[in-house]
T-cell receptor, first 113, second 111 residues
């Protein structure tokens, strides 16, 4: 099993550009989520999904969109990149929501200039 | 709002020393998890504690969940350079739909 995979590993965007961060898992997990990690801020939840076709907002959803058309994939779209979105983004999955181990991908380091 | 506060924020020690890091909240959590994150990687689960007063041991790491389920601690005995990393505590929100993370403790162990 590959676990949770994320692409790209690194990305540089100009302000106003859009892009999609890809996330896939091969563990048939129902629950998937996106976090951003900034120095001194810990992990902050952006969006999450409890199953295919169901998504909801987390703590910091503004400027991001998600969809979950399949169990395996959970892409994160930046609509119009801003310097404040410079961060490391982690995708995670777990068997279900709640008290289950979260499996994290290796992260995407995004810089917006 | 459920918050998890971790202390200290940074810890730099010599190999062989013991240390304790803390995770505190004013809210009751049904359970808490501890993750370790190494540079350039995603966090990896170390342990889940679910019962107030519970103590779990993982080799040189001892995890404790407070009796009131508002706090947890991680004690490392005889720290090694391989213990270096960011230690994060996390707990489920009240709806059980998301994990709330603390800001973490960055541990550096030098030989």
């Amino acid at each position: 099993n590959a676990g949770v995979t994320q692409t790209p590993k690194f990305q540089v965007l100009k302000t106003g550009q859009s892009m999609t961060l890809q996330c896939a898992q091969d563990m048939n997990h129902e629950y998937m989520s996106w976090y951003r990690q900034d120095p001194g801020m810990g992990l902050r939840l952006i969006h999450y999904s409890v199953g295919a076709g169901i998504t909801d907002q987390g703590e910091v959803p503004n400027g991001y969109n998600v969809s979950r058309s399949t169990t395996e994939d959970f892409p994160l779209r930046l609509l119009s990149a801003a310097p404040s979105q410079t961060s490391v983004y982690f995708c995670a999955s777990s068997y279900k929501a709640g008290l289950y181990e979260q499996y994290f991908g290796p992260g995407t380091r995004l810089t917006v200039t | 709002t459920q918050l998890l506060e971790q202390s200290p924020q940074f810890l730099s020690i010599q190999e062989g020393e013991n240390l304790t890091v803390y995770c505190n909240s004013s809210s009751v959590f049904s359970s808490l998890q501890w993750y370790r994150q190494e540079p350039g990687e995603g966090p990896v689960l170390l342990v889940t504690v679910v019962t107030g007063g519970e103590v779990k041991k993982l080799k040189r790491l001892t995890f404790q969940f407070g009796d009131a389920r508002k706090d947890s601690s991680l004690h490392i005995t005889a720290a090694q350079p391989g213990d270096t990393g960011l230690y994060l505590c996390a707990g489920p929100n009240q709806a059980g739909t998301a994990l709330i993370f603390g800001k973490g403790t960055t541990l550096s162990v030098s030989s």
